[in-house]
């Protein structure tokens, strides 16, 4: 079984920056596609970013490009969401990280909450105008 744990939200300024960590536990991060999402009070959870086992493919909601970059270390278990340049009516939200065991690609529709079978808690990001 595979836990996932998120860490790094908390509250910045707009225009600030936030590192989330998602520490994975149980088996090795290297099998599994990895992604991340967030969820808005009274909204529904949606797609920020995804990253394929290795690191080579990524991919984007269009809110993030250019802000966000999503990364992955699989020696220590662990993928990363770098935010910069925080908004806040876009980017407050419940952050989580998803995982789908699967190698290769990004697969299809990778944006999609249905396809991961792993969530985490989730960590609060807050930006403050």
């Known amino acids: 079984q595979v836990q996932l744990v998120e860490s790094g939200g908390g509250l910045v300024q707009a225009g600030g920056s936030l590192r989330l960590s998602c520490a994975v536990s149980?088996?090795?991060?290297?099998?599994?596609?990895m992604a991340w999402f967030r969820q808005a009070p009274g909204k529904e959870r949606e797609f920020v970013a995804v990253?394929?086992?290795?690191?080579?493919?990524?991919?984007y909601t269009d809110s993030a490009k250019g802000r966000f970059t999503i990364s992955r270390d699989n020696g220590k278990n662990t993928m990363y969401l770098r935010m910069n340049n925080l908004k806040p009516a876009e980017d407050t939200a419940v952050y989580y990280c998803?995982?789908?065991?699967?190698?290769?690609?990004?697969?299809?529709?990778?944006?999609?909450?249905?396809?991961?079978?792993?969530w985490g808690q989730g960590t609060q990001v807050a930006v403050s105008s």
């Open positions: 149980g088996r090795s991060a290297s099998y599994y596609r």
């Open positions: 998803a995982a789908r065991y699967e190698l290769g690609g990004l697969g299809d529709s990778p944006h999609m909450s249905s396809q991961y079978a792993y």
């Open positions: 990253i394929n086992w290795s690191g080579s493919a990524t991919a």
